[in-house]
Structures are given as structure tokens and as C-alpha cells.
């Protein structure tokens, strides 16, 4: 079945622990995104990466690191999570960007940094 | 840098009524339009996509949009509601840098019995 995976799907950590979301996806495809979601704000773009060792900042890129060493996989890292890092998190990949491809999602990450 | 809006957090209808839900999107040439359904605890799936094909477009579950150009819009409707589609809804764009997308913040739209 193809599908993008995320683990863990809850998370509660507190402020300052790193952490690691991670996202796999099993389509082979070449884009992936990481983005979270906030009430009324809907999905922001923290990182994409547009293949392997390519990656590049989304809208909010601020306290978040990401990393392709594979391209079936596209690690979240907070090295230290704070407080207003608490979102739901959603990893997605497409087989390509810029062509209206459609995106596939992951099922999130809820995040609460205390 | 290019801006989708959804007009109204919340939308709740009756079982059996039309369907209306908003999208206005700024940009200065045709983009590429979507719209997603995010159901409780699950992540986005597509419904629909605008690539220029065709205006009106037909996606799952009964759902359609209409690509206005002179409006900017993009609205979603559907005629007659089912509970099942009580969930959120995304409009969203791809940014005609064509590295992202741009989406709305998101309509939830609620059925009554």
C-alpha cells in the first residue's frame, strides 16, 4: 500500500529535550515536506527537499532541522523544542513540484513542548 | 508571493443542502489549484485539482470547483451533503515558484442531521 509513515504520532516532551519526528514514505517519490498546522492558520511549509542531500526552508523554518540521506526518508529534528513548537505536524511527498502534483500526507505528529 | 483565503472558519449545513465553500487565491497567472480534506485525527487527502485542463472540475465523493479567473476564486461545492463530510477543508495553491504550496487556513464544515 503506498503510504507516508510518522513516528511517534503523540509526543510530549519538554523544553529543550531534542527530538526526532521521523517521516517515511514508500512511493518512491522525489519531493517531501515537512509542515505543521495551527488553528486558523492552516499548513505552513517549515522544510522541503526537492531530492536526496537537497533541501531547503520553508515559511518556517526557525528551530527545526531536517535531513535526506535516503530518499525514502525526511527527518523532523527539534534540537530544542520550545514551548510555541507545540502543533501537529505533517510530513507529505509527491512524485514531483512545480506541475500541480498531488501531495500525499502522512497521518501527524501531535507535538506538545511543556 | 501568492495568498489563498478561505471565507469562513466554520460552515455547518443541513443533511441533503448545497455545499458552498469559499476560496479566493492571489496571483498573477494561472496557478495550479487544490483542494484537501483533512477528516478527524488523519492527515490531507486531495479532492480535486485545477491544471488548466478544464474550469470545472470534478473530484471525489461529489465534490467539484469551478476555476473563475476574472474572480480569482475557486470555490467548492457539492450539492447535496452527507454526514460523512464533516471534516476540514484546505484550498491551496502551488506557488508559481513551483517549489511549495500555499495553503488557505481552512473551512470545517459541520452536518446536521
Known amino acids: 500500500e503506498a503510504q507516508v509513515t510518522q513516528n511517534p504520532r503523540y509526543l510530549i516532551t519538554v523544553t529543550g529535550k531534542k527530538l526526532t519526528v521521523t517521516c517515511s514514505q514508500n512511493m518512491n517519490h522525489e519531493y517531501m515536506s515537512w509542515y505543521r498546522q495551527d488553528p486558523g492558520l492552516g499548513l505552513r511549509q517549515i522544510y522541503y527537499?526537492?531530492?536526496?542531500?537537497?533541501?531547503d526552508k520553508g515559511d518556517v523554518p526557525e528551530g527545526y532541522k531536517v535531513s535526506r540521506k535516503e530518499k525514502r526518508n525526511f527527518p523532523l529534528i527539534l534540537e530544542s523544542p520550545s514551548p510555541n513548537q507545540t502543533s501537529l505536524y505533517f510530513c507529505?511527498?509527491?512524485?514531483?513540484?512545480?506541475?500541480?502534483?498531488?501531495?500525499?500526507f502522512g497521518p501527524g505528529t501531535r507535538l506538545t513542548v511543556t | 508571493a501568492q495568498s489563498v483565503t478561505q471565507l469562513g472558519s466554520h460552515v455547518s449545513v443541513s443533511e441533503g443542502a448545497l455545499v458552498l465553500l469559499r476560496c479566493n487565491y492571489s496571483?498573477?497567472?494561472?496557478?495550479?489549484l487544490f483542494w484537501y480534506v483533512q477528516y478527524p485525527n488523519q492527515g490531507l487527502q486531495l479532492l480535486l485539482k485545477y491544471t488548466s485542463a478544464a474550469t470545472l472540475v470534478k473530484g471525489i465523493n461529489g465534490f467539484e470547483a469551478e476555476f473563475k479567473k476574472s474572480e480569482t476564486s475557486f470555490h467548492l461545492t457539492k450539492p447535496s451533503a452527507h454526514m460523512s463530510d464533516a471534516a476540514e477543508y484546505f484550498c491551496a495553491v502551488e506557488d508559481t515558484g513551483g517549489f511549495k504550496t500555499i495553503f488557505g487556513a481552512g473551512t470545517r464544515l459541520f452536518v446536521k442531521a
Open positions: 527537499s526537492m531530492n536526496v542531500e537537497v533541501t
Open positions: 496571483s498573477s497567472v494561472p496557478p495550479y
Open positions: 507529505a511527498s509527491s512524485s514531483g513540484v512545480g506541475l500541480g502534483y498531488e501531495q500525499y
